[in-house]
């Protein structure tokens, strides 16, 4: 599988998520503020990086995370549909 640069550093989605979901219970813990992610797809990265994504966050089903978004560069894709 293709991997984006935070995996090449030696972190994968468990502990990504574990670490921001910790940080957000903190905050709600702290604060009171209701908190929810939104988790960004990059349309530039392979297909599997953000297919492997999607399919963690299905099987984590994160009670923070409400929806996803494909962020990245407009142009080069919307040309690919012209």
Known sequence: MH??????KGLGLPEIFEAVEAGVETAVASTGIKVNLLVCAMRQQD???NT???DYLQ???SQFVCGIDFAGPEVPFSQQYN
């Open 52 to 54: 492997a994504l999607f």
């Open 3 to 8: 991997q984006c640069y935070i995996w090449k």
């Open 47 to 49: 297909a599997t990086v």
């Open 59 to 61: 099987q984590r089903n």
